[in-house]
């Protein structure tokens, strides 16, 4: 987002200078270029000079957002799938019942039984073989569980440092374009500019903060499932692998930036009120000079 923010931004002023073909470059537009280019055989003040100008400008923003929007995506995909392996283990031990019953079925057809009613087959009393598939079950699942939660952690120790590039800067960047747009002496240009900032500085933070917590709330809910699911009907060697489970499920699955923060809806509220609080005094030191 910052990078697009940018891009429209270089865009604009270089096109703007290009087209003002009886004008010389000032030195003004060059400060308004993201880039600072040294092109001593280009003359800049006819046209082809600044269209080669204009080239490199644009090429080197274009490299930029397509890198930054590369990591931003890559990262985001990483968390949120891992959230999907989350909501795929509670759907395995909420269909705990569904799977049991349909593998019944299975046996029963492959022994040369043609069942026309599941309910014939859903006794009170299971055998041996029943409560044996059940303890199975569940040991895959902690299984399942057990190497999403050490996924989750190969997957911090690999993203730490490139979140931490991409967003570690995105408080100061609120604090300072939320500054400039309540200062009074600017144009238009600079609001609408500043705005955009502002917004795409917002939006980044909160979309990775947000893929965080879904991936909190997903982590925290595999426990209510594993409690939810029918442990009370079956036999003991199955209730003690229950607790096993719950206590694995207590520690939620979280992505942090570095050692600094985690990714959540806390961090995003604590980031915005600093920020804030940070603008305010800005505007008080400002009125006060």
Not at 73 to 94: D, G, H, K, P
Not at 247 to 252: E, H, L, N, T
Request: proline share 2%; hydrophobic share 45%; with cysteine.
């Amino acid at each position: 987002m910052l990078s697009s923010t940018a891009y429209m931004k270089a865009f604009l002023h270089i096109t703007e200078d290009v087209v003002d073909r009886d004008s010389p470059l000032k030195e003004e537009a060059w400060k308004k270029m993201p880039f600072v280019i040294y092109l001593p055989i280009v003359d800049v003040n006819n046209v082809s000079g600044r269209f080669v100008i204009l080239f490199f400008q644009l090429f080197l923003s274009t490299a930029l957002l397509i890198t930054a929007v590369a990591v931003d995506l890559t990262c985001l995909a990483l968390i949120n799938q891992v959230s999907a392996q989350f909501r795929y283990l509670m759907a395995l031990l909420e269909n705990m019942d569904e799977e049991h019953n349909e593998w019944k079925l299975r046996r029963k057809e492959i022994c040369g039984q043609k069942p026309t009613d599941l309910q014939n087959f859903q006794e009170n009393i299971e055998g041996e073989e029943d409560e044996q598939w059940y303890e199975n079950y569940l040991k895959e699942c902690i299984h399942r569980h057990q190497a999403l939660l050490a996924y989750v952690d190969d997957l911090n120790d690999l993203m730490n440092l490139p979140v931490f590039i991409q967003i570690g800067n995105v408080p100061i960047l609120v604090c300072l374009t939320g500054f400039n747009i309540t200062e009074k002496d600017k144009s238009i240009e600079q609001s609408v500019m500043f705005i955009a900032f502002f917004s795409a500085s917002v939006y980044k933070l909160f979309l990775y903060c947000w893929f965080g917590q879904n991936l909190i709330n997903t982590s925290e809910q595999v426990q209510e499932t594993v409690y939810g699911c029918s442990w009370y009907l079956r036999r003991e060697r199955f209730k003690k692998l229950v607790p096993m489970m719950l206590m694995r499920s207590s520690r939620c699955a979280k992505m942090s930036a570095s050692v600094f923060f985690d990714l959540s809806f806390e961090t995003f509220s604590s980031f915005m009120n600093t920020a804030y609080s940070y603008i305010t005094l800005l505007n008080q030191m400002n009125e006060s000079e």
